[in-house]
């Protein structure tokens, strides 16, 4: 019992450490506030623990260790930087596509100023957003029009809701898919007011399947990219300009819900092919429409090409309103286009970039991360990832870490400081040089070494 009193008396109180140098420091980055109710919630814990018996360190660095700990964990930005050594380039939650160093730029330049987002310079008036992509957009596509929304899945639900309401849309069923985060094909038709009419069999759709669907009900026919999933063996769907030449033959639109969506041909790089945005539209699709975060490399957008009549309709509905992107987002997307218009988007943009790098230079960066960390170098595989090219990867070459537990390995890795995000095998971690940007490999490095000499302490050298 005076053992209790005495530990209880020996407590620190609120104002003795509000005067520590630490808890000034505090207060400037949490507020007085914040960091008073966090003193307050330790001191508590304490007694609390001393009346149990149970035994929680009461020094006053002690309490000052726990209460910064806790205060960054609750209050530090939980939206940070941080170090993709996965090997999956298109990563959506790490953010999908890193911008390239223009797209960062741009986006700066017009976040601290007064711009153009909604001015004409000649005329000295009102202008629309509406326009800043769209003469790319066209040059890029062949398209008549185009427009950038907050995201693929606004582009699906605005075509959807303008030009197909309380009518039906055919699609195929092997094309009914689900993207991830709940976005489901048939609940996006739901919500936009469109009866959906599903046509052929999982594996197996013809031309002749959309045709017998047909009838005065019909608006449109919907082609969308299974992004996510490969079908091997028995399996047939028509080809673009089956279902474009349906489309017509019947008065009905013929959309394209591509996804990912290229300007650039993937298998130049050993990928299998992934449906090239030109390639529909010079099919004769009326819309095709794709995101700007996956592999165009850019922010995250929806974009919609196609047919000018049709462009107009949709940016007429109130809901084009209610998924406009913002100054930022048009400014990283010009930037981004301008890439591909000047035929250099290998060079400047950060997915192509990891896609395109040779495995000898891979490899060449796993041997140096091995000759200042340990471990071994091995060969693995790269992925594209963010909903395109399933089941294609990358020969990439690995930086292996033999360690104690792989997991508490990377749990340490993703508590550091930039956080570092790696592979995990039953008895190695697994860092793959291809997603890690060129200027973050001094991060890395200091990461895992200091990760790595904790290990060593621990459980001797590493192999
Ligand atoms: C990824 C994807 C979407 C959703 O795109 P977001 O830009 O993530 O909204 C829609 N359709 C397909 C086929 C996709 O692959």
Same mark, same amino acid.
């Given at each position: 019992m005076n053992d209790k009193r005495d530990c209880l008396r020996k407590l620190p109180s609120v104002d003795r450490l509000l005067s520590h140098k630490r808890v000034?420091?505090?207060?400037?980055? /949490?507020?007085?506030?914040?960091?008073?109710?966090?003193?307050?919630?330790?001191? %508590?814990?304490?007694?609390?623990?001393?009346?149990?018996?149970?035994?929680?360190?009461?020094?006053?660095?002690?309490?000052?260790?726990?209460?910064?700990?806790?205060?960054?964990?609750?209050?530090?930005?939980?939206?940070?930087?941080?170090?993709n050594a996965t090997g999956v380039v298109i990563h959506t939650n790490l953010g999908r596509a890193p911008l390239s160093e223009a797209a960062?730029?741009?986006?700066?330049?017009?976040?601290?100023? /007064?711009n153009t987002l909604e001015y004409d310079l000649e005329e000295g008036e009102r202008g629309s957003r509406l326009v800043h992509a769209a003469k790319l957009l066209r040059a890029l596509t062949g398209?008549?029009? +185009?427009?950038?929304?907050?995201?693929? $899945?606004? $582009? =699906?639900?605005?075509?959807?809701?303008? =030009?197909?309401?309380?009518?039906?849309?055919?699609?195929?069923?092997?094309?009914?898919?689900?993207?991830?985060?709940?976005?489901?094909?048939?609940?996006?038709?739901?919500?936009?007011?469109?009866?959906?009419?599903?046509?052929?069999?999982?594996?197996?759709?013809?031309? %002749?399947? /959309?045709? +017998?669907?047909?009838?005065?009900?019909?608006?449109? &026919? &919907?082609?969308?990219?299974?992004?996510?999933?490969?079908?091997?063996?028995?399996?047939?769907?028509?080809?673009?300009s089956q279902v474009t030449a349906c489309a017509r033959q019947h008065g009905l639109l013929a959309v394209d819900d591509l996804g990912s969506g290229t300007l650039i041909n993937t298998r130049k790089f050993g990928l299998a092919y992934e449906p090239t945005i030109q390639d529909s539209i010079s099919a004769g699709f009326d819309l095709v429409c794709f995101s700007g975060d996956k592999l165009l490399g850019g922010p995250q957008a929806g974009i919609i090409v196609g047919k000018a009549k049709l462009m107009a309709r949709l940016k007429r509905h109130p809901l084009a309103r209610a998924m406009r992107v913002d100054k930022l987002t048009y400014a990283a997307l010009i930037a981004t286009l301008q890439h591909y218009l000047r035929d250099e988007a290998l060079q400047e943009i950060p997915i192509w970039r990891m896609i395109g790098r040779e495995l000898d230079e891979i490899g060449r960066t796993a041997e140096r991360w091995a000759a200042q960390i340990g471990g071994k170098v091995v060969d693995?595989?790269?992925?594209?990832?963010?909903?395109?090219?399933?089941g294609t990867d990358l020969p990439t070459r690995l930086l292996a870490i033999a360690v104690a537990s792989p997991a508490r390995f990377a749990a340490g890795l993703r508590q550091a400081d930039p956080p570092v995000i790696a592979r995990v095998s039953k008895s190695h971690v697994l860092l793959d040089p291809r997603t890690v940007?060129? %200027?973050?490999?001094?991060?890395?490095?200091?990461?895992?070494?200091?990760?790595?000499?904790?290990?060593?302490?621990?459980?001797?050298r590493l192999s």
């Amino acid at each position: 019992m005076n053992d209790k009193r005495d530990c209880l008396r020996k407590l620190p109180s609120v104002d003795r450490l509000l005067s520590h140098k630490r808890v000034q420091n505090l207060i400037k980055e /949490y507020s007085h506030r914040l960091v008073v109710e966090a003193i307050r919630a330790d001191l %508590e814990s304490i007694r609390r623990g001393i009346l149990a018996e149970q035994n929680l360190e009461i020094s006053e660095s002690a309490v000052l260790d726990r209460i910064s700990q806790g205060l960054r964990t609750d209050f530090q930005a939980s939206l940070r930087p941080v170090i993709n050594a996965t090997g999956v380039v298109i990563h959506t939650n790490l953010g999908r596509a890193p911008l390239s160093e223009a797209a960062q730029a741009a986006m700066i330049a017009v976040a601290g100023a /007064y711009n153009t987002l909604e001015y004409d310079l000649e005329e000295g008036e009102r202008g629309s957003r509406l326009v800043h992509a769209a003469k790319l957009l066209r040059a890029l596509t062949g398209a008549e029009d +185009a427009i950038a929304l907050n995201n693929n $899945a606004a $582009a =699906l639900i605005l075509i959807l809701s303008a =030009l197909a309401r309380e009518r039906e849309v055919i699609i195929s069923r092997g094309q009914l898919v689900e993207i991830g985060g709940g976005f489901r094909i048939p609940a996006i038709m739901r919500e936009s007011g469109a009866t959906l009419v599903e046509v052929g069999t999982t594996n197996r759709t013809r031309i %002749e399947d /959309y045709e +017998a669907a047909v009838n005065e009900q019909t608006a449109m &026919l &919907l082609r969308v990219h299974a992004s996510n999933f490969r079908q091997l063996g028995f399996v047939e769907q028509p080809s673009l300009s089956q279902v474009t030449a349906c489309a017509r033959q019947h008065g009905l639109l013929a959309v394209d819900d591509l996804g990912s969506g290229t300007l650039i041909n993937t298998r130049k790089f050993g990928l299998a092919y992934e449906p090239t945005i030109q390639d529909s539209i010079s099919a004769g699709f009326d819309l095709v429409c794709f995101s700007g975060d996956k592999l165009l490399g850019g922010p995250q957008a929806g974009i919609i090409v196609g047919k000018a009549k049709l462009m107009a309709r949709l940016k007429r509905h109130p809901l084009a309103r209610a998924m406009r992107v913002d100054k930022l987002t048009y400014a990283a997307l010009i930037a981004t286009l301008q890439h591909y218009l000047r035929d250099e988007a290998l060079q400047e943009i950060p997915i192509w970039r990891m896609i395109g790098r040779e495995l000898d230079e891979i490899g060449r960066t796993a041997e140096r991360w091995a000759a200042q960390i340990g471990g071994k170098v091995v060969d693995g595989r790269s992925t594209v990832g963010g909903g395109s090219l399933p089941g294609t990867d990358l020969p990439t070459r690995l930086l292996a870490i033999a360690v104690a537990s792989p997991a508490r390995f990377a749990a340490g890795l993703r508590q550091a400081d930039p956080p570092v995000i790696a592979r995990v095998s039953k008895s190695h971690v697994l860092l793959d040089p291809r997603t890690v940007l060129p %200027e973050q490999e001094t991060d890395l490095l200091r990461v895992l070494s200091r990760l790595a000499l904790d290990e060593d302490q621990e459980k001797g050298r590493l192999s």
